[in-house]
T-cell receptor, first 115, second 113 residues
């Protein structure tokens, strides 16, 4: 596609349920990033993929969060046993490579609401 | 760890006027990149401008320019001839050579007609 896409755009779930968020990066982009944005706040880095390996998982807030990526394509962010504090917009971004100067292109985000 | 601080939660500017958004950061590294992103209500983050730390010359993109003061660890964004479409949240971001990316809390810019 022309840009980064994310699905679903909105997700409402009950506390304790698992959720899976999907990111489709721009074709050819080897680097992929997940961020969390709480209401009225900046972006919180979660994880970075170069290809299908994740050299930096330091931002994942707890072991309830995990992510995987198939090749240099789709990535899924899974949150197990969701808590109300997980409510946020989850943004995905991709870039041509891992070089610092490469622009990150962002998806529209998934708004997660945990009741 | 690197931190990015945007001290202005909200700013407003009259259409056609100039506004400056502030950003400071803290790092012990010498090689890094700085970015300003814009996030309109649609949530889509859009890159506005980027600056390589090794370049002394301030980056410029049309009506957008930065004042990069490396010694002071300051990276402000100037928007000239403000337009209604400039209204958005603006985020300052720091990216290290190892791809560690940090964002500030954002500044909400309102443009008054």
């Amino acid at each position: 596609g022309a840009g980064v896409s994310q699905s679903p755009s909105n997700k409402v779930t009950e506390k304790g349920k698992d959720v899976e968020l999907r990111c489709d990066p721009i074709s050819g982009h080897t680097a992929l990033y997940w961020y969390r944005q709480r209401l009225g706040q900046g972006l919180e880095f979660l994880i970075y993929f170069q290809g299908n390996s994740a050299p930096d998982k330091s931002g994942l807030p707890s072991d309830r969060f995990s992510a995987e990526r198939t090749g240099e394509s789709v990535s899924t962010l899974t949150i197990q046993r969701t808590q109300q504090e997980d409510s946020a917009v989850y943004l995905c971004a991709s870039s041509l490579g891992g070089r610092s100067r490469n622009e990150q292109f962002f998806g529209p985000g998934t708004r997660l609401t945990v009741l | 760890a690197q931190t990015v601080t945007q001290s202005q939660p909200e700013m407003s500017v009259q259409e056609a006027e100039t506004v400056t958004l502030s950003c400071t950061y803290d790092t012990s590294e010498s090689d890094y990149y700085l970015f300003w992103y814009k996030q309109p209500p649609s949530r889509q983050m859009i890159l506005v401008i980027r600056q390589e730390a090794y370049k002394q010359q301030n980056a410029t993109e049309n009506r957008f320019s930065v004042n990069f003061q490396k010694a002071a660890k300051s990276f402000s964004l100037k928007i000239s001839d403000s337009q209604l479409g400039d209204a958005a949240m603006y985020f300052c971001a720091y990216r290290s050579a190892s791809n560690d990316m940090r964002f500030g809390a954002g500044t909400r810019l309102t443009v008054k007609p």
